[in-house]
């Protein structure tokens, strides 16, 4: 087999684990709008996403979750070879270890932000643990990587603009939504209604997957441009 096809082959394979991140993270996204007419007990907008895979249609947000750890492992697999620095592959190594996080983030339910104390179940338990990787893990990962992809590699500095604006906003919604919660949780009593965690949640959910499409789409381009 000669250099120039398994160049070819290699491109081929990157296109596709490109062409799958990109269409899991929209994938997700449709289902999260969905879920809000399936589900309106849950108002969207003191209530986090976690809480559609519990109840009915459950199994829809289960499924989420694992099409999003799905798509961010090719995402990573895709991106070995893109980027050129240490803290670039440390970063491909974070997005991997949080596409795992969302496996049992998917198949343990989170508990109602309602529950007391002493209705906190094991579930939960490993829902929050596993959200605890994930959650900073992504921000971590699309920062090292987009970092990491303009500054080395040729083809990736004409999406400088967007991969780094893309990856700012996943920690920026974070640190905002974790601000937040800090200063409305306490002088609300509590998650109620009137703390608007769940709108604070759908902007880092939103963040990351607008991160992951725009990474995911000119890697696509530039695979099939070689």
């Known amino acids: ?3 120039s096809s398994r160049s070819v082959m290699s491109d081929s394979s990157i296109a596709i684990a490109s062409a799958v991140a990109a269409a899991g993270a929209i994938a997700v996204a449709l289902i999260i709008m969905a879920l809000h007419g399936l589900k309106p007990e849950l108002e969207p907008s003191w209530r986090f996403i976690s809480e559609y895979a519990t109840g009915r249609h459950a199994w829809i947000m289960k499924s989420a979750f694992l099409i999003w750890g799905a798509s961010c492992a090719a995402l990573s697999l895709a991106l070995r070879h893109e980027v050129g620095t240490r803290a670039g ?17 998917g198949l343990f339910p989170q508990d109602p932000v309602t529950a007391a104390p002493d209705e906190l179940t094991t579930s939960g338990s490993i829902h929050a643990l596993a959200s605890m990787i994930g959650i900073p893990g992504l921000p971590i990962a699309a920062m090292l990587i ?9 083809r990736w500095r004409s999406n400088r603009s967007l991969i780094m604006t893309t990856a700012h906003a996943t920690w920026i919604s974070l640190a905002l ?3 937040y919660l800090v200063w409305a949780v306490p002088r609300a009593g ?3 209604p009137q703390v608007w965690a769940g709108w604070m949640n759908r902007l880092v959910v939103g963040s990351y997957l607008t991160w992951q499409v725009a ?3 000119c890697l696509f381009i530039h695979a099939k441009a070689r």
């Open 215 to 217: 990474v995911a789409c």
């Open 89 to 105: 592959k440390v970063g491909v190594a974070v997005l991997l270890v949080a596409a795992t996080a969302m496996v049992p983030a």
């Open 1 to 3: 087999m000669s250099a």
């Open 190 to 192: 509590g998650f109620n």
């Open 177 to 179: 939504m974790a601000a």
């Open 146 to 154: 987009s970092s990491s992809l303009w500054r080395t590699n040729e």
